[in-house]
């Protein structure tokens, strides 16, 4: 098992470094060039770390074919209507594009990476350098593939929807037998959008704990409220569908994150990590300026030597400068050692 962070890039992930969000391109780009590589530059402008695409072609997914399960029938998809084959000719990106997009990517400071279906994806992105590898819900039981990948021996992201127990077990022990060496876990619910209720983060340190690696969430999720509580629980990479504007229209965009939502995201995920700190109790650095305002014991009117303390000359009040409130019952009944003027804050070294 690797001992160092995996390195997506130059960039490390893991529990000690702020989260790698990854805005997933998908096929928002809507087959246009132009406005693909408008999608990587407001990518970048938002925050995002990395960029990712798909690399596919209808004919590599499926067959033409437009009846029986070819069919998307059930209305309840959000593809409804289609067959298989039309949909992945309008998702897919062009092998052609595949370069501009990984350049314009790096020239931003982001890192590119895609997703590959099959063995001539993984042809085409190695000869554009590419630094790492994704594995989607539907092909993480794809053995083949998998150990395609991994021989590369590239860091390899793999989500884990629809996946049981047994077969991402075998996931896993393929990917590391074929040569992978760096290996991050997505938790994913593959229904688009997804419900919160759906999505379970809790999974996320339990995969943490069974796999011994890192851990991620693919968050199809409306909003930015599940991706940041993953946080907490421990994901070091957030990858979410990225849009211009949901209104253009497109494949993926009714569960796309705009810029807006985006530049949000990448904010109050760093937020989130940063917060998690430490265990740790007692005052921090910045707090020991508000020790002085607890309350404490206070003379609250003038006091003659000799004079008996009552509830009526001694409260406990702001500030702190005084004994502890607990020492109050200790006290009353005590007498003064000499004239102590209403506002002092109390000591034992007034007191008889």
Not at 73 to 96: F, I
Request: hydrophobic residues 40%.
């Amino acid at each position: 098992m690797p001992n160092s962070l995996p390195l997506l890039g130059n960039r490390p992930i893991g529990l000690g470094q702020p989260p790698f969000i990854v805005a997933e391109m998908s096929g928002n780009h809507n087959q246009s060039l132009d406005r693909a590589l408008e999608i990587v530059e407001a990518a970048a402008k938002c925050g995002a770390h990395g960029l990712k695409i798909q690399t596919y072609t209808a004919d590599t997914m499926t067959l033409d074919l437009d009846e029986r399960e070819f069919h998307i029938s059930d209305a309840g998809n959000l593809w409804a209507g289609n067959s298989l084959y039309r949909l992945y000719q309008q998702a897919h990106t062009p092998w052609e594009w595949h370069k501009p997009i990984f350049d314009r990517a790096r020239a931003l400071g982001m890192i590119p990476f895609s997703t590959p279906f099959d063995e001539t994806a993984v042809v085409l992105l190695e000869s554009l350098e590419a630094p790492c590898y994704k594995i989607a819900s539907f092909e993480n039981t794809d053995h083949p593939l998998i150990r395609r990948v991994a021989a590369t021996r590239k860091p390899l992201i793999i989500s884990t929807g629809m996946a049981t127990a047994d077969e991402l077990d075998e996931t896993v022990r393929v990917a590391r037998a074929a040569g992978c060496r760096d290996l991050v876990l997505l938790k994913c619910t593959s229904t688009y959008p997804a419900s919160p209720e759906n999505t379970n983060i809790l999974s996320i340190p339990d995969l943490r704990a069974r796999y011994g690696c890192e851990v991620g969430l693919s968050d199809h999720t409306m909003g930015i409220g599940v991706a940041v509580a993953s946080v907490a629980l421990g994901a070091t990479l957030i990858e979410k569908h990225f849009t211009l504007r949901r209104a253009d229209g497109g494949v993926d965009s009714a569960f796309s994150m705009e810029p807006e939502e985006m530049r949000q995201l990448a904010m109050e995920a760093e937020r989130a990590w940063s917060a998690l700190g430490r265990v740790t109790y007692g005052p921090v650095g910045a707090e020991k300026a508000s020790l002085q305002f607890r309350r404490s014991l206070y003379v609250v009117k003038d006091l003659k030597a000799g004079d008996t303390l009552t509830p009526e000359n001694v409260r406990a009040i702001r500030p702190g400068l005084g004994l502890p409130p607990k020492f109050y019952e200790e006290v009353l009944g005590r007498r003064a050692k000499r004239d102590i003027a209403r506002g002092t804050a109390l000591s034992w070294d007034l007191l008889d």
